[in-house]
Each structure stands twice: as structure tokens, then as C-alpha cells.
């Protein structure tokens, strides 16, 4: 099959887009991915090899960043305090590295010893001396002739662990590079893209294996977290994240927070017995972002997407499980542990994906528990006990809610949060000396609108759209929460929905970017704007920081956003004190 399908969710002030629209087709689409995978540039000048143990030590680790959101339990705390809330107004770009590709970025970058590796949208790979911005070698991953994606052609960076880089592709597979040279060592399919499948997730690698999970919820794919062996790509395990039996779940009347989400429970059943239970292979459930590892426990945890097709429920009746959900898995096995579903039988496409957080916080009587956190759709940081999956608290809406759960009509239902969040994919970041979780958050006002829709056959199966208002005013918001309380501590408001993710430092710093291309520097404690530089393109990714020969540094993306149409760059901005 020689056609190419690019597919990415717009969803735009004035347009009525919810409905995915295609973009990047023909001759520009085709060069894009044409050729074959590619190294130019030469060798790293040092020896790259990060142990297990370096990557269990990470959270420690000031001089590196070795995982896309920091250490195994994903709090994207940076432990140095060079750069901090008394210095940060002198803060001043150290290089702008520019990249070949004019698209959206959401890379994290890591740093290993000195040496950053970041990617592009379209699966390219850098590698560049983490102080100069000097170019050694640049990867162009070999596209087949199929992509089928939703959100953006992006990749969210690169998992490293021994001498080798990993990285997922919009053509759903999974390559290993040298670190060293970038020489392609393996690739391996993980699933068929003409069903729907793609990859933009950063994966997690640890004990030998690579984990990564799988885009596609709007496409009628079956979700999945996979394990692969990293020395030759082999699978290891599968957890699929839609159940073979049991996916109707327990009928939920109420959500999370224990709302009434206005489901017909008898139609359903009557829809379940009528169409059977075989269903299961189409209902979605995609896993967005990178998982987190309890290395005590053996423990991963990761958030589910919604089901397929989005807005149409009749098609998938019962709670349609795992959807919705923060998930837990053995390590070694992928064998389920627990779950907790947030929204049971989604029909607005609030989705789980925002990465999950492992930590500490108090329960109501006010003992210490290990939990995990999640920033959802709905606006709520929910925290749960880590060993049985206990909501222990959600935390106030950090944002508007109206009409919840209002049900989609073929005219049009106003419901707040829209489709877009709350948390989108955006993680969070914590500081667990203040006590709180920092999230960006979007306000984008929609209607939600339903129609009947058979699966299609791997192409895009939303049974209806979700559309922004026009005249309605679209803004963001950063949110600090208390872990223990639930209560929002700040907010600070943005004049554009946020999406990219936070970064939180031992200087009391807490740094985000914007759609219009400023990034901003607040005190973790209080909310106050101290420092923004304007980067000229959205910052719509997360910021990582590192030192190097005793300086410290924070670099970020500047690459904007297809999702929200925030102006496209091609640089990564890397800033220190002067």
C-alpha cells in the first residue's frame, strides 16, 4: 500500500474541529518520509553507557537528566538549586540549537554526561554537546509507507539505558540506536499503523527491557503497554489494556468524585446482549505517556485513554474497561495488579494521559501513604494508595465545570471541561518539600455532538465531534496543589490554553512554557511570576535541567503545538546564568 494518512487533532479557536482533520498530505507529506534511515554527523567524543543503578539513582542525579520526566517516578524535580527564586531574573539563553524540522515539538530532552539527545516531530534524533549546542550526529528514522496518527506527528524523546537509545515511531515501531554514533542496531513493529496504530510516547527503559505503549484510541485500535528485551527487541510481555472478558466492568453510575454520569445502564445491556462481547479488539484504550516504575514494589503504573469510537457510546456498551483508568502491572510479567476508572463509558473524550507521579501524601486521618498521582481531563489531581489503587482524595477543579455529565446530542451539548482538559498529556511536576503538584491546565469551552458510526476499519472513528465556540474565551492556567489537602495553594492564568508540561527545581523554581512562545520561571512556593524569555514559537513541552562542569542549565523546546495550532519552530532553547 503506497498512501500515506496523516491525521491530527485541531482544535482551534472559530473552527469547529474535534473532528480530526488531515494535514502534511501529498508531495509534502511524502518528502517528509521518503529515503532511507540515515546518520550523518560523527561519534559523540566519549564512551555513553548509563547502568541500571545510574538510572535508579536518578532523582539524585544534578548533573544529568536521564529519564524524559526525570527519574523512575516521573516527579520532574531537579535536585540543584544553582539557578534559583533570588538569580532567576538573570537567567540568559546559553545556545538556540535548531533543528531541520519546522513542527510541532513536545521532546523532552535527557543529558548524559554532557551529551543531550533530543528528537523532532517525524522521528528524527540529535545528539549535541550539552553546553555548546555542537551537532555530532543526526538520525532520520525510515517511515513506511503507512502513518496513521492523531494529535500531531510529534515524539515526546528517547528512553537510554547501557550504551543504547530507544525511541517508538508514527509508523508504530520501536528502534534501538548507539548512543555513541546513532547507528540503528534493531527496529521491531509493534503493531499494524493501517489499524490505526502509532507511537509518540517517550518509552521507559529498565532491567533489560523497553516499555512503551501505544496511540490509536480514536482509530478503534485494541490499547496495549508492551515490554521488549532492549538487547534485540524480542517481546517480552503484553498488558492489553482492553480486557478480553469483563470489559462492561460494573455498570458505574457515578464518576470518580462520585457524580452521576447520566447513563441509561438498561439500554446498555440490552445493547451488550444484542451485540455480543466481541467488541474488545476496536474499543480503544491507548496509553499516551511514558509509565512510571515503583522499583521497591515491581510495580508500573500508567493512565489509559479513552475508548472508540469517542462520542458514540451505543457502539461499546458497559464501563468499557481499562479506559479512563490509572493501571498498575507487575514489572516483571505485565500481570495486572489493580485499576481505577476514572469516567466509566467516556462518551467526551476525557481521557487519562497526563504521565503518573509516584510520592507520598497524607490520608484523611493524616498518616504518611505511598501513592500514585494523576492530573485528569476533568481538572481533578486524583492520589491513590500505590499498593491497592484506594482513591484517597481528588482535589478541587482547578478549572471551570459546567454541565457535568451532560450526554451529547446530534445539535450540540455545552460541558466543561471540553475534550482537551484540565491535564492534558502535559505532565506535572512536584516538590514534595512544599507539598505541592504543579499542573498546566487548558480552558477551551466546546459542544459535544453525537452521531451514529460503524468501526471503519483502522481510520479515524470519532461518532461525531467535539467543537470550540466560537467567541468563547480560551485561556490557561498553572495550578500548585497540595498533595495532602487537595486544596488549589495557587493559580496563575495564561491568556492561551496550556499544554507542554512543568518542570519543578531545588531552587524553588517552577518553569512552563506558553503557545505564544514565552517561557516562565514562578516561585514554587507562591505563584509569582519571576523571570519569562520570549522564544518566538509555543513552548509546548516539558523543560528539563542539568549541569555540566559545575554550571547548571534548563533547556526546553520551542517547536509549537498541531493540537492547538500554536506556531510551529524547529529550536530548542538551552538557558544559564551568566
Not at 160 to 186: E, N, Y
Not at 208 to 218: A, D, F, S, Y
Amino acid at each position: 500500500m503506497n498512501t500515506t494518512r496523516r491525521i491530527a487533532r485541531l482544535l482551534i479557536p472559530l473552527v469547529c474541529t474535534a473532528a480530526l482533520a488531515t494535514v502534511a498530505s501529498g508531495a509534502r507529506a511524502q518528502a517528509e518520509i521518503s529515503g532511507q534511515a540515515s546518520v550523518t554527523g560523527s561519534p559523540v567524543p566519549k564512551s555513553i553507557s548509563v547502568a541500571q543503578s545510574r538510572l535508579d539513582g536518578a532523582a539524585k542525579d544534578s548533573s544529568n537528566f536521564l529519564h524524559s520526566n526525570g527519574d523512575y517516578t516521573q516527579t520532574r524535580y531537579y535536585p540543584a538549586s544553582q539557578i534559583n527564586t533570588k538569580n532567576v531574573a538573570k537567567l540568559k539563553p546559553a545556545f538556540v540549537f535548531q533543528t531541520a524540522v519546522l513542527e510541532s515539538m513536545e521532546t523532552a530532552p535527557i543529558v548524559v554526561d554532557g551529551i543531550m539527545y533530543l528528537t523532532t516531530s517525524y522521528n528524527h534524533v540529535y545528539a549535541i554537546d550539552a553546553t555548546t549546542g555542537k551537532e555530532y550526529w543526526h538520525y532520520k528514522h525510515k517511515m513506511g509507507p503507512v502513518t496513521t496518527y492523531c494529535c500531531g506527528p510529534n515524539n515526546r524523546g528517547v528512553a537510554v539505558m547501557g550504551d543504547r537509545l530507544f525511541m517508538g515511531t508514527l509508523d508504530a515501531k520501536l528502534v534501538a540506536l548507539d548512543a555513541k554514533s546513532g547507528k540503528l542496531l534493531w527496529e521491531t513493529q509493534i503493531a499494524d499503523p493501517e489499524l490505526g496504530y502509532s507511537e509518540t510516547m517517550a518509552p521507559v527503559a529498565v532491567d533489560g527491557m523497553v516499555l512503551i505503549g501505544t496511540n490509536g484510541g480514536e482509530y478503534g485500535i485494541r490499547g496495549f503497554v508492551k515490554a521488549f528485551d532492549a538487547n534485540d527487541g524480542k517481546l517480552v510481555w503484553t498488558f492489553n489494556t482492553i480486557p478480553e472478558k469483563g470489559h462492561e466492568g460494573v455498570w458505574a453510575v457515578n464518576d470518580a468524585t462520585g457524580r452521576n454520569m447520566l447513563r441509561d445502564i438498561a439500554a446498555e445491556k440490552k445493547q451488550l446482549a444484542d451485540k455480543g462481547g466481541d467488541f474488545y479488539k476496536t474499543l480503544g484504550g491507548g496509553v499516551w505517556m511514558a509509565p512510571a516504575v515503583d522499583r521497591q514494589t515491581g510495580t508500573v503504573f500508567f493512565v489509559v485513554g479513552n475508548p472508540s469510537p469517542d462520542l458514540y457510546g451505543a457502539e461499546r456498551p458497559g464501563d468499557n474497561l481499562y479506559t479512563d483508568s490509572i493501571v498498575a502491572v507487575d514489572l516483571k510479567t505485565g500481570a495486572y495488579k489493580w485499576h481505577y476508572q476514572y469516567v466509566a463509558h467516556d462518551v467526551w473524550d476525557l481521557d487519562a494521559v497526563s504521565p503518573v507521579i509516584l510520592t507520598e501524601a497524607r490520608d484523611k486521618a493524616g498518616k504518611m501513604r505511598k501513592v500514585a498521582i494523576h492530573g485528569g481531563k476533568t481538572g481533578h489531581v486524583y492520589v491513590h494508595d500505590r499498593a491497592t489503587g484506594e482513591l484517597i482524595r481528588f482535589s478541587q477543579a482547578m478549572v471551570p465545570q459546567e454541565n457535568m455529565w451532560v450526554l451529547p446530542t446530534k445539535e450540540g451539548a455545552r460541558m466543561l471541561p471540553g475534550a482537551n482538559g484540565g491535564v492534558e498529556w502535559s505532565p506535572m511536576a512536584l516538590n514534595a518539600k512544599h507539598r505541592l503538584v504543579y499542573a498546566a491546565n487548558l480552558h477551551q469551552p466546546m459542544t459535544y455532538h453525537v452521531e451514529e458510526a460503524k468501526y471503519p476499519g483502522g481510520k479515524l472513528w470519532l461518532g461525531g465531534a467535539f467543537k470550540v465556540i466560537p467567541g468563547e474565551k480560551q485561556w490557561g492556567r498553572l495550578a500548585a496543589v497540595n498533595v495532602d489537602t487537595g486544596k488549589v495553594a495557587w493559580k496563575f492564568d495564561t491568556e492561551q490554553p496550556l499544554i507542554g508540561g512543568v518542570l519543578a527545581t531545588a531552587g524553588d523554581l517552577v518553569f512552563n512554557g506558553e503557545g505564544n512562545g514565552l517561557f516562565r520561571a514562578f516561585d514554587a512556593k507562591t505563584g509569582k511570576k519571576l523571570w519569562e524569555y520570549q522564544c518566538g514559537a509555543g513552548v509546548n513541552a516539558p523543560a528539563v535541567s542539568y549541569m555540566v562542569g559545575g554550571k547548571q542549565y534548563v533547556a526546553v523546546a520551542a517547536g509549537g503545538n498541531t493540537q492547538l495550532d500554536f506556531k510551529r519552530g524547529n529550536s530548542v532553547f538551552v538557558f544559564a546564568l551568566p
